[in-house]
């Protein structure tokens, strides 16, 4: 018997059931809270549009590649290979664009290669550092991130050197 079948069905009959004992008008919530929903999306279209921009412009004006062989002697002494730094760059940045980037190494390494191995490790073990920031700190109005982004951009740096290391550890590759 699989239990995954029956989890979401379980968690909407809970909160059917906390509902009915708890005298809540189940429709009304759902719709107060679909209500504030699109009024958050809403305040977040003009960072959308800000963040998608921005990788136009560091796509377009070829930031990218010129960061990435600025990085190269760096990346070859932590082990990182050169050929996922442009994921490494974007990752931070952009999930979609990231995942293009990630597309096109596997199309032109293959996935089971050691480079391929690296940027799908990469891929899942970094976050979308500023996209995050920019979408929970706009929907709550906090405007100073402080701390934030030097400890999430650490974060992702830790991350993409261990993805490096632990494809090399865990498949053996010098």
Not at 59 to 69: E, K, R, V
Not at 80 to 105: F, H, Y
Not at 131 to 155: D, K
């Amino acid at each position: 018997m699989r239990i995954d079948l029956f989890f979401i069905p379980t968690i909407l009959a809970g909160i059917i059931i906390y509902a009915m004992f708890h005298h809540v008008n189940l429709f009304e919530s759902f719709l107060k809270g679909a209500k504030e929903g699109v009024s958050i999306a809403v305040g977040l279209i003009p960072t959308m549009v800000g963040l998608l921009a921005a990788i136009a412009m560091l796509q377009a004006s070829g930031a990218i590649d010129l960061l990435t062989s600025f990085l190269a002697p760096l990346a070859k002494a932590l082990g990182i290979p050169q050929e996922i730094l442009p994921l490494a760059i974007l990752k931070p940045v952009s999930g979609s664009g990231s995942l293009a980037v990630c597309e096109t190494i596997f199309t032109q390494f293959h996935p089971d290669s050691y480079i391929g191995r690296v940027a799908a490790v990469l891929q899942g073990s970094t976050e979308t550092t500023f996209y995050t920031i920019a979408v929970y700190y706009s929907s709550v109005g906090v405007s100073n991130i402080r701390y934030t982004l030097p400890a999430a951009l650490f974060g992702d740096l830790i991350g993409i050197i261990c993805s490096s290391l632990f494809v090399r550890i865990l498949f053996g590759v010098h």
